[in-house]
């Protein structure tokens, strides 16, 4: 169904600060009605002054994604475009991160995220014409250490993608994979947090320390980019004729990804990692 933009409804998730509150705007200013959600709605309040509708949700219940959805079909018809932004980093190491806490990382960053899109598939696939846009990571593509879980929940959205756009391209639904760099959001001071509270004062203190003040410091404030730069490509992703399966942004993401894959082994990655974030090679 080839209908213009500006016949279109997207649904933002995440949209109340960062990546999402940048993306909003920009499918709004395109002419796309955009409903932003997310579950702190008070912040997203100077959207309606762009003509955004704002709407209440919980990624982790299940109540709360089916009233989204429903409330959106019955004001618009139904969501053309799906930004699945939601997502946090739960940071700390593999053997002290409270499996609570992993699983509420999994609930999040993967199973809001397919449930979300499990409901919008019907409407797009029975009108022949969707675009399904996850944002993942370069860390869903390399990991580093003290992220174990939150790489695992990045690792997975990439996998689930690729089935997607497969099952879903006979009836011209596009899944697209979002993958950005450092950017300027809370996402690294939410990060640093969980890392110092979980993994501060423990065996793994001394590294965790260091990556704390990577996290907190002037260098990766230096190096991230405005959250523009992923508007920037989301829209490129939506107007595209035939859409990229995946996009990287910023500049020095791409850069990170290229040294990765340079690298070649494991190892060598790894201490590439290592000596980037100035983590002691042993403890």
């Known amino acids: 169904m080839n209908k213009p933009l500006n016949q279109r409804t997207a649904l933002v998730t995440g949209a109340s600060s960062g990546i999402g509150e940048a993306t909003a705007l920009r499918l709004a200013s395109l002419g796309i009605t955009t409903y932003a959600a997310a579950r702190r709605v008070e912040k997203m309040e100077p959207l309606k002054q762009h003509g955004i509708r704002v709407i209440n949700l919980d990624v982790t219940d299940e109540t709360s994604i089916k009233s989204c959805v429903e409330q959106i079909a019955a004001e618009a018809g139904g969501i053309d475009i799906l930004v699945n932004n939601a997502g946090y980093g739960s940071y700390g190491s593999i053997e002290e991160v409270p499996l609570a806490d992993a699983r509420r990382q999994v609930?999040?960053?993967?199973?809001?995220?397919?449930?979300?899109?499990?409901?919008?598939?019907?409407?797009?696939?029975?009108?022949?014409?969707?675009?399904?846009?996850?944002?993942?990571?370069?860390?869903?593509?390399q990991a580093a250490p003290y992220g174990g879980w939150y790489h695992a929940t990045k690792f997975a959205v990439e996998g689930l993608t690729s089935s997607l756009r497969q099952e879903l391209a006979p009836f011209d639904v596009d899944a697209i994979l979002i993958r950005p760099g450092a950017i300027k959001t809370e996402w690294s001071g939410i990060a640093a947090d969980s890392l110092l509270a979980v993994s501060g004062n423990g065996p793994y203190a001394r590294a965790v320390r260091v990556m704390h003040s990577l996290f907190t410091g002037p260098s990766l404030e230096k190096m991230a980019a405005d959250p523009s730069v992923i508007a920037d490509v989301i829209e490129e992703a939506i107007t595209a004729r035939r859409p990229k399966s995946g996009y990287l942004a910023p500049l020095a993401a791409k850069v990170m990804i290229g040294i990765g894959k340079l690298a070649g082994g494991d190892r060598l990655r790894d201490a590439i990692t290592r000596s980037f974030m100035k983590l002691p090679k042993k403890m």
Request: charged letters at 15%; proline letters at 3%; zero cysteines.
């Open 107 to 141: 609930e999040v960053n993967l199973f809001g995220l397919a449930r979300l899109t499990q409901l919008v598939i019907p409407h797009m696939r029975g009108q022949r014409w969707g675009k399904i846009l996850n944002v993942t990571s370069i860390g869903g593509l």
